[in-house]
């Protein structure tokens, strides 16, 4: 029975350690990345429908989180097959030389119960800004809920070039909303 | 013969001009290919008159309501009367529905309306792919319903004006002719 009882402990250990280092697994269904844009003080929230998320998050060690998302640019979705077009374009998001806009945590530090403070890397279109920003984190049903908000300014990233650095059309404020749902 | 009241008047005309502005304004941002900043600047435009012809159109309703048209010119046939009276009562429908679908079409696309760009309208529902679909449709055909009428109003008036010559189109006119109001 000793030896049994050895390799059972062995097997959970193993595990317990391999799931430590195994990122949450990523709801899709139930997540969602937007943005809210204004044009002439008109907020239009819009999803961008291809995207991957990958959190590393245990309760126990929030500031052993590590965080990444990656987002299909050309999938920005403001409802009209000819608008999606156009915002692939080179003066907006360049989808062709840009495909994806990606943030890469580099700190997350908790901030109270349920909520973090994220710092990172956010790349979009070329550009890398650094960024922080709030989370919160609650458990629903057995899966956890990121959600956040990060305001970023559009053109310092070069998003709307041309006639479209007038910001009196466009405002150069954009949020990005996100929800993610994640797994063990 | 005795004239519309002057605010009836008044609505009438700012109507008018309203409708004719915001339509050829549509007709124009309709027709502009991809993202351009007149693209945007004139859909917001055109939907600020919109609800602006709206909101006439209810203080006009009202108006409506409580004061009595002028009398026909007595020599008028029946069914001309009928004819007229149905074609306003479609007339007051549409200041209402074409209006009102633009609305509801800007919302069902995520685009809520913030008039003037200063006051934001109550955003009634959110955005909805299948009645976006549905309220184009029906928000460009009611219009082409409203052009036709008013084309067939005008012509009416005019008919009035010219042929007939029985003052009924002058009751509506902005300025009293001398003839009329001696």
Do not use: C
């Not at chain 1, 994806?100 to 994220?118: C, E, H, M, Q, Y």
């Not at chain 1, 057995?142 to 070039?161: C, D, H, S, T």
Request: aromatic share 10%; hydrophobic share 50%.
């Amino acid at each position: 029975m000793k030896p049994f009882k050895a390799l059972l402990l062995a097997t959970v250990i193993g595990a317990s350690a391999l799931a430590a280092a195994v990122p949450l697994k990523t709801d899709t269904a139930k997540s969602s990345v937007s943005a809210v844009f204004k044009q002439m003080n008109v907020p239009v929230e819009a999803p961008f429908r291809t995207f991957s998320a990958s959190i590393d998050y245990d309760a126990a060690k929030p500031a052993a989180s590590k965080a990444s998302v990656e987002i299909t640019t050309a999938s920005f979705d403001i409802g009209d097959p000819m608008y999606n077009k156009e915002v692939a374009k080179k003066e907006w998001f360049n989808s062709a030389q840009f495909p994806k806009a990606s943030f890469v945590s580099t700190s997350i530090a908790p901030a109270g119960a349920g909520k973090l403070n994220v710092s990172g890397k956010l790349t979009m279109k070329g550009r890398t800004a650094d960024v922080t920003f709030p989370l919160t984190v609650k458990a629903e049903g057995g899966k956890q809920v990121f959600e956040g908000q990060l305001p970023i300014k559009r053109l310092a990233f070069n998003i709307g070039e041309g006639e479209w650095k007038d910001t009196s059309m466009v405002a150069d404020e954009v949020v990005i909303k996100f929800r993610v749902t994640a797994a063990p | 013969m005795r004239r519309y009241t002057l605010p009836a008047i008044v609505l009438h005309w700012l109507i008018a001009i309203g409708i004719i502005g915001t339509f050829t304004l549509g007709l124009v941002m309709t027709d502009i290919q991809g993202i351009t900043m007149a693209k945007l600047r004139y859909t917001n435009w055109h939907k600020w008159a919109g609800v602006t012809v709206l909101a006439l159109a209810a203080l006009r309703l009202l108006w409506r309501l409580f004061n009595h048209p002028p009398q026909y010119a007595d020599q008028m046939p029946a069914w001309q009367r009928g004819a007229a009276h149905g074609l306003h009562i479609l007339l007051y429908v549409l200041m209402f529905a074409v209006p009102l679908s633009g609305y509801f079409f800007s919302l069902a696309a995520g685009f809520p309306v913030v008039y003037f760009g200063e006051i934001p309208l109550p955003v009634l529902m959110g955005p909805d792919p299948e009645l976006r679909a549905l309220l184009r449709g029906v928000h460009y055909w009611l219009n082409m319903l409203l052009a036709g009428l008013v084309a067939l109003h005008v012509l009416a008036a005019f008919k009035h004006l010219l042929v007939d010559r029985d003052g009924v189109m002058q009751r509506m006119l902005p300025i009293p002719t001398p003839k009329e109001n001696p």
